[in-house]
């Protein structure tokens, strides 16, 4: 029987795949809801994605069913939900379910009263009776039954835990003191459930925690002592040579199912992708370590190749993790016969030795198949074979490209060109940041093209960003993130540019943010804006603390503040991120990895970054020489600011102790470095730039 149902006019890929389905889908919105209130009818909320693998399982063993549909059909309004289109939906429905159930993830399936409360809920639910799971029948009968016979109980009940969790959300945290002890406490609690035999955080199954690894790099690179940087360095070098990284294409799964990071979940998403090349860039700056820098180019050939648009600019969301319901990797994995199909002989047998490619791999549904990962070096594979380090160095790669070239032939995963803009900030960021780094002046292009395109298509006054790129007025609107990424992707283009026009929309956005989404009763920020539509769960408030998988959107704004404040000298800025951080002191102690980026944030506001002040015409090459060599030193949250001579004296952002210091500028382009009360010497050198940048007052 064919079918088209409302999602074949929606724009997400995951909803449109469900267009054939015999289920009468509904859009998440008041319609649903209204439908709902008239036919007395509880609602099935099924929130998913297109990457991920359980959600297409359960789309093709129930909502696909004949049988399984007209259950739906006669007893429940069904509402389907994209998480990557409608983040600000799924946080409230995982908490709400998660609460009743102690269940959470994708696909994300609840019952709802017609008010939009859950009543009850789970994951994925199999056609029958399996893996200590009912069958997703069964559940609709005794839901449904259970919603007829006994609805007046079933609403109160629901009321009252949607009510207790209101509560909840609305009491404020008591606040705190912002201190030094508050992020040693943190770094402690991670550094204590690390893993030294693999790296990582915990056993399986292990993600990938980038923001992290970020704080450990900085507080390393501060205080020269400690073993943060250690774990930093193991957690990288098992990651960069296991199975969760894609030694063909490029590129990071999602994360790894087993703790020594050789069995991934195959999807590849954006936001993981950014925040780890931003830290494998950093760690390669700090450490030298070749693995880290290759790891890095990497991710960005992936994203160059497969998950963006070269042309017009922008980042797409994911890659799927398969091709089909019974496919787990088949794509990213290989049989010894499939290996020899490509090579033979020496070629053969040093890539599955480099590779662990052998008759028995990991896959469960498929033993032949191997997951990718470095087990032996070039040096033992030559010493254990007798050939010469270099050949074998150079078979390697060679066959690399072989296998990298025959994969290209087969079916390949989707990639979903969504453009999200919080997303896409996050890139741009990533992006930015490694231009500099690695000399890629092409990383930088496209990332200020991507922003670029979204301030053209995407922003408007009223709403600030959409959350979907590409010019689309149905795009959901007024969510935080997408504001407070792009505020960070401002910033980063104007360190990188030392253009002021990326600084003016910097401040642009964060006066939307502090406009629309501030908590004017206790500080912090809501994850929509204020007064906007609100069906359902939307009407409970949301204040986004946690990592949850990206990062935290107050913590990523008080960090957007205070280096808005440094470069203004705007005490609104700096006064608005105090709020933030002391708003959540209390409340994150016990968060430890899950709210790194807020720690990451308290760290830079007890110890405010290097700042670099190139005063210099801008025409003039030894200005930019200046500015260069500042923008490519090593220094953790470095801040720069070219001025022309005429407005340097007066600048409202002067680091305190250098104003003295540019007043009796000289003439000659000049660089003028801070860090907390004090300044170095004023120099004109760029190599002597560079290195004050990385090391003046370090060591404490």
Not at 500 to 520: F, G, N, P, Q, S
């Amino acid at each position: 029987m064919s079918h088209e149902n409302r999602m074949a006019r929606e724009a997400s890929a995951y909803l449109r795949s469900a267009s054939h389905q015999p289920v009468d889908w509904h859009p998440w919105g008041e319609e649903a809801f209204r439908k709902a209130a008239a036919e007395g009818k509880a609602i099935l909320l099924d929130i998913g994605a297109v990457w991920c693998h359980w959600c297409h399982v359960m789309d093709g063993e129930s909502y696909e069913d004949e049988e399984t549909a007209a259950l739906i059909n006669e007893h429940f309004i069904a509402v389907k939900v994209d998480r990557d289109e409608r983040p600000d939906v799924d946080v409230r429905y995982q908490k709400a379910v998660s609460a009743l159930t102690g269940q959470g993830g994708w696909p994300l399936t609840a019952f709802l009263t017609p008010e939009g409360d859950v009543f009850y809920g789970g994951t994925y639910f199999p056609p029958e009776d399996r893996y200590g799971r009912p069958s997703f029948k069964g559940v609709l009968k005794q839901v449904s039954d259970h919603y007829q016979t006994q609805k007046a109980s079933v609403l109160e009940n629901a009321q009252r835990i949607s009510q207790a969790m209101e509560d909840k959300a609305l009491t404020q945290p008591e606040a705190g003191s912002v201190t030094e002890e508050l992020v040693a406490n943190a770094a402690k609690q991670m550094v204590g459930e690390f893993d030294p035999t693999h790296g990582g955080f915990g056993r399986a199954p292990k993600f990938p925690h980038p923001i992290a690894l970020e704080l450990l790099v900085r507080r390393a690179h501060r205080t020269r002592g400690g073993n943060d940087l250690a774990v930093v360095v193991r957690t990288l070098t098992g990651m960069g040579n296991g199975g969760i990284y894609d030694h063909l294409g490029g590129g990071f799964h999602r994360y790894s199912t087993d703790e020594r990071w050789c069995v991934p979940h195959f999807e590849k998403m954006a936001y993981d992708n950014a925040e780890l090349l931003r830290v494998y860039v950093q760690a390669w700056q700090a450490t030298g370590e070749p693995l880290f820098k290759e790891v890095a180019e990497g991710i960005i050939r992936w994203v160059d190749e497969v998950a963006s648009d070269r042309s017009a600019g922008g980042f797409y969301a994911s890659q799927d993790a398969d091709v089909g319901l019974h496919d787990d990797g088949d794509y990213f994995t290989w049989t010894v016969e499939e290996l020899h199909e490509v090579l033979d002989g020496d070629d053969a047998r040093i890539m599955a030795l480099h590779y662990n490619i052998y008759e028995r791999g990991e896959m469960h549904h498929n033993a032949a198949k191997n997951v990718l990962f470095r087990d032996f070096s070039a040096e033992e594979i030559a010493e254990r074979l007798s050939l010469d380090v270099n050949e074998v160095r150079a078979k390697i790669a060679s066959g690399r490209e072989a296998l990298e070239h025959a994969r290209a032939a087969r079916p390949t995963p989707f990639v979903d060109p969504t453009l999200y803009v919080n997303w896409n900030g996050m890139m741009a960021t990533a992006y930015l940041e490694a231009a500099p780094a690695l000399g890629r002046d092409d990383c930088r292009e496209m990332a200020v093209k991507t922003l670029e395109r979204l301030w053209k298509d995407d922003w408007t006054e009223s709403e600030g960003f959409r959350h979907r790129g590409g010019a689309d007025a149905e795009a959901p609107t007024g969510l935080l993130d997408d504001q407070v990424q792009m505020a960070r992707a401002f910033v980063a283009a104007h360190q990188v540019s030392a253009e002021t026009v990326w600084l003016e929309r910097a401040e642009t956005v964060m006066k939307v943010i502090l406009d629309r989404y501030w908590d004017e009763a206790s500080g912090g920020l809501f994850d929509r804006a204020v007064g906007h539509q609100a069906e359902g769960g939307l009407r409970y408030r949301h204040k986004p603390i946690q990592d949850s998988p990206t990062p935290a959107a107050n913590a990523l704004a008080a960090l957007v503040l205070g280096r808005l404040y440094a470069m203004t000298g705007k005490l609104l800025y700096r006064h608005k991120a105090e709020e933030i951080l002391k708003a959540f002191a209390k409340v994150t102690k016990s968060h430890g990895l899950y709210a790194a980026t807020y720690f990451l944030a308290v760290d830079e506001y007890l110890h405010p970054a290097a700042h670099a002040v190139i005063v210099g015409p801008r025409g003039d090459e030894r200005t930019r020489a200046l500015y260069e060599a500042a923008l490519g030193a090593f220094r953790p949250g470095k801040l720069l600011t070219l001025l022309e001579p005429a407005e340097a004296a007066d600048h409202p952002g002067l680091p305190e102790p250098a104003k003295a210091m540019v007043k009796a500028y000289a003439g000659e382009p000049t660089a003028y470095i801070c860090a907390g009360l004090a300044c170095a010497q004023p120099t004109s050198e760029p190599a002597e730039v560079a290195s004050t940048v990385s090391s003046f007052g370090v060591g404490g």
